[in-house]
């Protein structure tokens, strides 16, 4: 704020109506009696304020769909313009007692040259068990270490990506949690997964692949832009 105008004054200095009368200009910026519950004062960045409820964590669902009798689904061209990408898998179908992996990547899969590690820990009843793949591959993936049931859909993967689209930082991490029925349905399972990609070269990543260690005969998924 500029007000008043005068940035000289002496002991004695008297305002002058010009140098005053730019209060209601750069004073009442916005009007308090406009707000809504929630709404903060937000600056536009072109010298003028209003009241707006902060966008920060909002999720943005960017697309969603149904795989039906694929082994391998890819979601490719996500938009790059979030921070995080947060992706659901659900209602999971799947031929065979077998498991279930969410990967992502840049481009044609296994993407760009890099170092990928996933660690996985599932618990079943009073019981922890873990696993873990390493390898020189150019995505990062979550999950794909423990088998559900067929026939059973109770069944949620969800995957977070952290600065997924990040062309300055070489190293991606991403972090899951799932809750599905074993083999025979009769036992639920928690796992929980973190993984990282320690890229050659700084690269966004694009796609999502859903993939099933045998075909999944239905599935649904939605993916989410984070801020």
């Given at each position: 704020?500029?007000?008043?105008?005068?940035?000289?004054?002496?002991?004695?200095?008297v305002?002058?109506?010009?140098?005053?009368?730019?209060v209601?200009?750069?004073?009442?910026?916005?009007?308090?009696?406009?707000?809504?519950?929630?709404?903060?004062?937000?600056?536009?960045?072109?010298?003028?304020?209003?009241?707006?409820t902060?966008?920060?964590?909002?999720?943005?669902?960017?697309?969603?769909?149904?795989?039906?009798?694929?082994?391998?689904?890819?979601?490719?061209?996500?938009?790059?313009?979030?921070?995080?990408?947060?992706?659901?898998?659900?209602?999971?179908?799947?031929?065979?007692?077998n498991?279930?992996?969410?990967?992502?990547?840049?481009?044609?899969?296994?993407?760009?040259?890099?170092?990928?590690?996933?660690?996985?820990?599932?618990?079943?009843?009073?019981?922890?068990?873990?696993?873990?793949?390493?390898?020189?591959?150019?995505?990062?993936?979550?999950?794909?270490?423990?088998?559900?049931?067929?026939?059973?859909?109770?069944?949620?993967?969800?995957?977070?990506?952290?600065?997924?689209?990040?062309?300055?930082?070489?190293?991606?991490?991403?972090?899951?949690?799932?809750?599905?029925?074993s083999?025979?349905?009769?036992?639920?399972?928690?796992?929980?997964?973190t993984?990282?990609?320690?890229?050659?070269?700084?690269?966004?990543?694009?796609?999502?692949?859903?993939?099933?260690?045998?075909?999944?005969?239905?599935?649904?998924?939605?993916?989410?832009?984070?801020?």
């Amino acid at each position: 704020m500029t007000w008043p105008t005068k940035t000289d004054f002496v002991d004695g200095d008297v305002l002058t109506a010009a140098q005053v009368n730019n209060v209601g200009t750069n004073l009442n910026l916005f009007d308090p009696t406009s707000a809504t519950i929630g709404q903060v004062p937000i600056a536009d960045g072109a010298g003028s304020v209003a009241f707006g409820t902060p966008t920060a964590g909002a999720y943005t669902l960017l697309t969603s769909g149904t795989i039906s009798s694929a082994a391998t689904t890819d979601i490719t061209s996500i938009s790059q313009d979030y921070k995080h990408l947060e992706v659901w898998v659900y209602d999971i179908n799947i031929a065979g007692n077998n498991n279930v992996r969410v990967d992502m990547f840049d481009g044609t899969f296994p993407g760009s040259t890099g170092y990928t590690l996933t660690e996985t820990i599932q618990g079943a009843s009073t019981t922890l068990s873990g696993s873990g793949t390493q390898g020189a591959y150019g995505f990062i993936r979550l999950f794909g270490q423990f088998a559900m049931g067929s026939g059973y859909t109770r069944n949620f993967y969800r995957c977070v990506f952290y600065d997924y689209a990040s062309t300055t930082n070489d190293t991606k991490f991403a972090f899951g949690q799932a809750s599905f029925q074993s083999t025979g349905g009769s036992t639920y399972v928690g796992n929980w997964s973190t993984a990282c990609l320690q890229q050659a070269s700084a690269i966004g990543l694009d796609t999502v692949r859903i993939v099933g260690a045998s075909t999944l005969t239905t599935a649904s998924y939605r993916i989410y832009g984070v801020n």
